[in-house]
């Protein structure tokens, strides 16, 4: 199980949102290749890292600071997530040596094309699954499906995907715990690792998520921290060592 930081991506700098909400954004960084750098030294083994810009254009919008930040990552696997909603992208990506491609809206409008993409490059593509009161929102979380997550990840089950990203959109960047629950009926109606994602404040969290995949750990890849790792309220090294444990 991977603690993960996050590092997401907006006009060039280094910013967590509350409940993804572009307005309400805070500015941790203006160097996010640095800012990559530091979480390599704080010893993180794998980075996430979302071009907010790209999710609500529809195409990437900082893929050169991306490259800069997965070339400082040496080793490290980085995985990317908005704006990726083509082919060309997910091949311009992978030549960057970015090891894990989070697909969420496109995915969603084009199961097809998850498909297709899941088939042709295995053990790379994530699907990018965002919910709002367990409801599937896409193009950036701004615009509402109606798509219960839980039955649409279920028609998915036997595709070769790396996993799925699930983020509870209500607690991302809210401090106030993660979806524990959703996250391990999820995991258990799929069966496909799982990266849980969306309020991870302390310690006491992790351990929750640890507790509840006790008997599923093959289920859960780890979770995703952002605004915690901020703000000082989770330690990374911490946060891996009791996965560790």
């Not at 894990?100 to 042709?120: C, H, N, R, W, Y």
């Not at 053990?123 to 219960?148: F, H, M």
């Not at 997550?149 to 790396?162: G, R």
Request: charged letters at 20%; hydrophobic letters at 45%.
């Amino acid at each position: 199980m991977l603690l993960i930081p996050a590092i997401d991506l907006k006009e060039g700098q280094c910013v967590r949102l509350r409940q993804g909400r572009m307005e309400n954004s805070t500015v941790f960084s203006s160097d996010p290749v640095a800012m990559a750098e530091h979480w390599k030294g704080e010893g993180a083994r794998r980075l996430h890292i979302v071009d907010l810009d790209g999710a609500f254009a529809g195409v990437p919008c900082n893929s050169e600071l991306i490259r800069q930040m997965v070339s400082a990552m040496g080793h490290v696997p980085v995985q990317v997530g908005g704006g990726i909603r083509s082919q060309s992208i997910i091949e311009a990506y992978l030549d960057a040596g970015v090891q894990g491609l989070i697909l969420g809206t496109k995915a969603v409008d084009d199961p097809d094309f998850l498909q297709s993409m899941a088939t042709a490059y295995p053990g790379k593509i994530l699907l990018g699954l965002d919910a709002r009161s367990g409801v599937v929102a896409t193009e950036g979380w701004d615009n509402e499906t109606g798509i219960d997550a839980q039955d649409f990840a279920i028609n998915l089950s036997d595709l070769p995907l790396a996993g799925i990203v699930y983020t509870d959109i209500d607690r991302d960047g809210m401090m106030q715990g993660l979806n524990v629950a959703s996250t391990l009926a999820l995991a258990r109606a799929v069966q496909l690792p799982v990266v849980a994602s969306g309020g991870v404040t302390t310690l006491c969290d992790l351990q929750a998520l640890k507790d509840a995949f006790a008997a599923d750990t093959a289920l859960l890849m780890g979770a995703i921290t952002g605004r915690a790792i901020y703000e000082g309220t989770l330690e990374l090294a911490a946060g891996q060592a009791l996965f560790d444990a």
